[in-house]
Structures are given as C-alpha cells and as structure tokens.
C-alpha cells in the first residue's frame, strides 16, 4: 500500500527487552508526540506517570494478567485519564493520547507492550492516582529483546466488521 500504512501493520506488542536504558529525554519527546493526538478542544485530559522504580513494576507486573513484562521493562507508564477536564470525551481523547505514545515509539525502535489495566485498585494505590482519575492502561516500554518474535497477528476480514447505513445491514 504506502509506508505508513505497512508501518501501521507491522507494529506489534513486545513483551521482551534488552538490558538496555531508554533516555528519558526521548520518552518526553514521545510525549509530546502524544500531546498532539485528536482531543476535544485541545483539553489533554490525560497525564503519564513513567515509572523507573524496579519494586514498583514488579508489583505492577503481578496485578494483572499478562503484566509480567512490565517487571523487566527498563520504563513502565501509566496512563491517567482525567473526566473532570473533558468529561464527555476524556476516554477516546486518552486512547488516542496513548495510541500516539505507542507509535511514536514504535517509530524510534522502541518496543511498548500494551496491558490491560483499566482502573486496577491496587494499581492506582500503589501509583498515588487520586480518586476522580481514572488508570486507562499501563505500557511496558524498551528497546526489543531482538530474538523475541511477537505471535503473527490475524485479522478478521473488513466484511466481518462492516455495516452499511444500519447496524446489521451487511455491505454487499
């Protein structure tokens, strides 16, 4: 197709790192990458705490399934919606934060490995996230292992998850 869409559809989850440190320099330029993904009114209803402590991505790394990555990871993230500053659009504007962090990094040979944490207690303990925000995920991020081999990925058809005019209307 184009080098950006092959770009698109080869980034993959990496949950191996090498013993490798990432700059934090380069994790604020990934940020501020992020700062300019699609958001309601410019509002940014999101922060990013990047955590280097190795007892806390350990912890991390045990309160949820597929977590263990995130212990041998040179940086964890946890990324922070915040409803109060965009209440009707802090959700896909804090995706699309994250999503902008993701391939960003993926774009300066970073690996992150994505993990589903959305608002887990102990997780939001543990970080000091105060009441009102809410733990959308948490990313594992660092150079990747070079004899991990992510699963290949296998994708559902376009017809299988289209519709036309109508849910249920099937594109001919």
């Not at 699609?38 to 280097?52: A, C, G, H, Q, Y």
């Amino acid at each position: 197709m184009n080098e950006i869409i092959d770009f698109l559809i080869r980034r993959r989850s990496i949950r191996k790192f090498q013993n490798k440190p990432v700059d934090m320099n380069l994790i604020k330029e990934l940020i501020s990458v992020a700062n300019h993904s699609p958001n309601s009114n410019n509002r940014e209803p999101w922060k990013f705490i990047i955590i280097t402590d190795e007892s806390i991505k350990k912890e991390l790394s045990t309160l949820h399934k597929g977590a263990s990555h995130i212990a041998y990871a040179p940086i964890g993230i946890a990324v922070v919606a915040e409803p109060d500053i965009s209440p009707e659009t802090w959700m896909i504007d804090t995706a699309n934060a994250t999503l902008y962090f993701v391939l960003a990094a993926y774009s300066v040979g970073l690996g992150v490995g994505w993990i589903a944490a959305y608002e887990n207690r102990k997780a939001k303990e543990l970080l000091g996230i105060p009441e009102g925000k809410i733990l959308m995920t948490l990313l594992s991020v660092g150079y990747p292992d070079p004899g991990y081999q992510p699963k290949p990925k296998e994708v559902k058809k376009p017809e299988d998850v289209m519709f036309t005019n109508k849910w249920g209307s099937k594109v001919l």
